[in-house]
């Protein structure tokens, strides 16, 4: 069946696998921002110890655990960029669903997301680079240059996004119609996407799924645990422990997507974000089953759509 699809991998239809990237990125990017309103940010301001202990998590210890699992796996050089890549990342817009159906602390999870989107696009080309001449990539071309990734990054994430709100403070009703059509398209051009990327590197994917699988899967399930036990030390609320948790260990897999393949032009650095993705939702289903599970009889959740005003 890859065989037949071979031919086409979307050039016939004049896009590449990368420019389709980049599109899906912002579909995912708007429709975030489509569900958003100014007030869902307040966590910035009213609880600072769960906000700032949610950044930290993202921002610095997930590309240290991604290093000691590099360290401890010893994958290859691919592989390896691949797991920093998406360990880099930001957190993902998927966080602040996956938080609603865990009966989590909705305005935290927002207020992380849209930080940890705004820091990463100074810190992901500066760690990256360092990486790829850590593991001595000699071509030149696999490089981020820092100015211009930063645009690429902003201009493929907080635009879109920005976009989004400001469609939801002006037409609420406009975005409310169009958060079903986007929610579809989005998940279309990712499943695109992923098809197109399996079959460039259908030659070696068996290898290196192998090769991955096993320390992604561990470095999304320590992240999560260490979310969890991050904000218990913290004597943080039950919501927002179960935000913590769904923050730290869920990264924007699409955006490492578009750096490997678009960006970095390697699809094997690729691997390890499409492993992740799967990972993410393994580990989602525990946290909203336990939380499920475990919530008291009266809780309560304010609906994850923005009312119109």
Same mark, same amino acid.
């Given at each position: 069946?890859?065989?037949?699809?071979?031919?086409?991998?979307?050039?016939?239809?004049?896009?590449?696998v990368g420019a389709f990237s980049r599109f899906a990125l912002i579909l995912i990017m708007f429709g975030m921002g489509l569900n958003l309103l100014p007030?869902?940010? +307040?966590?910035?301001?009213?609880?600072?110890?769960?906000?700032?202990?949610?950044?930290?998590?993202?921002?610095?210890?997930?590309?240290?655990? $991604?290093?000691? #699992?590099?360290?401890?796996?010893?994958?290859?050089?691919?592989?390896?960029?691949?797991?920093?890549?998406?360990?880099?990342?930001?957190? $993902?817009?998927?966080?602040?669903?996956?938080?609603?159906?865990?009966?989590?602390?909705?305005?935290?999870?927002?207020?992380?997301?849209?930080?940890?989107?705004?820091?990463?696009?100074?810190?992901?080309?500066?760690?990256?680079?360092?990486? /790829?001449?850590?593991?001595?990539?000699?071509?030149?071309?696999?490089?981020?240059?820092?100015?211009?990734?930063?645009?690429?990054?902003?201009?493929?994430?907080?635009?879109?996004?920005?976009?989004?709100?400001?469609?939801?403070?002006?037409?609420?009703?406009?975005?409310?119609?169009?958060?079903?059509?986007?929610?579809?398209?989005?998940?279309?051009? /990712?499943?695109?996407?992923?098809?197109?990327?399996?079959?460039?590197? +259908?030659?070696?994917?068996? +290898?290196?799924?192998?090769?991955?699988?096993?320390?992604?899967?561990?470095?999304?399930?320590?992240?999560?645990?260490?979310?969890?036990?991050?904000?218990?030390?913290?004597? /943080?609320?039950?919501?927002?422990?179960?935000?913590?948790?769904?923050?730290?260990?869920?990264?924007?897999?699409?955006? $490492?997507? #578009?750096?490997?393949?678009?960006?970095?032009?390697?699809?094997?650095?690729?691997?390890?974000?499409?492993?992740?993705?799967?990972?993410?939702?393994?580990? $989602?289903?525990?946290?909203?089953?336990?939380?499920?599970?475990?919530?008291?009889?009266?809780?309560?959740?304010?609906?994850?759509?923005?009312?119109?005003?």
């Open positions: 069946m890859i065989e037949a699809f071979d031919v086409l991998n979307f050039s016939m239809f004049g896009v590449n007030n869902h940010f +307040k966590y910035i301001f009213s609880n600072s110890k769960a906000f700032m202990a949610g950044l930290f998590g993202q921002i610095i210890l997930l590309p240290l655990i $991604a290093l000691i #699992v590099i360290g401890i796996f010893e994958p290859s050089p691919e592989i390896s960029v691949g797991i920093l890549i998406i360990a880099c990342c930001p957190g $993902a817009a998927t966080s602040n669903f996956i938080t609603y159906l865990a009966r989590g602390e909705l305005a935290l999870s927002i207020s992380i997301t849209a930080a940890s989107g705004l820091l990463t696009i100074f810190t992901l080309p500066v760690i990256i680079n360092t990486a /790829l001449n850590f593991f001595e990539f000699a071509d030149a071309a696999i490089r981020l240059p820092i100015l211009k990734t930063i645009w690429n990054i902003a201009s493929l994430t907080a635009a879109p996004v920005f976009v989004g709100i400001v469609v939801n403070i002006i037409r609420p009703d406009l975005a409310y119609r169009l958060q079903k059509l986007v929610s579809l398209l989005s998940f279309a051009a /990712l499943l695109a996407v992923m098809y197109s990327t399996g079959v460039e590197v +259908k030659s070696e994917m068996s +290898k290196m799924i192998d090769i991955a699988f096993l320390p992604v899967f561990i470095m999304n399930a320590v992240m999560v645990c260490i979310g969890l036990m991050l904000a218990s030390v913290l004597r /943080l609320q039950r919501k927002e422990i179960i935000t913590l948790g769904v923050e730290v260990g869920f990264q924007n897999y699409i955006l $490492a997507i #578009v750096i490997a393949i678009d960006l970095l032009g390697n699809y094997l650095m690729s691997i390890p974000a499409i492993i992740y993705l799967f990972c993410m939702y393994f580990s $989602a289903s525990f946290i909203v089953g336990g939380a499920i599970y475990s919530m008291p009889g009266d809780g309560s959740q304010e609906d994850y759509q923005p009312k119109s005003q």
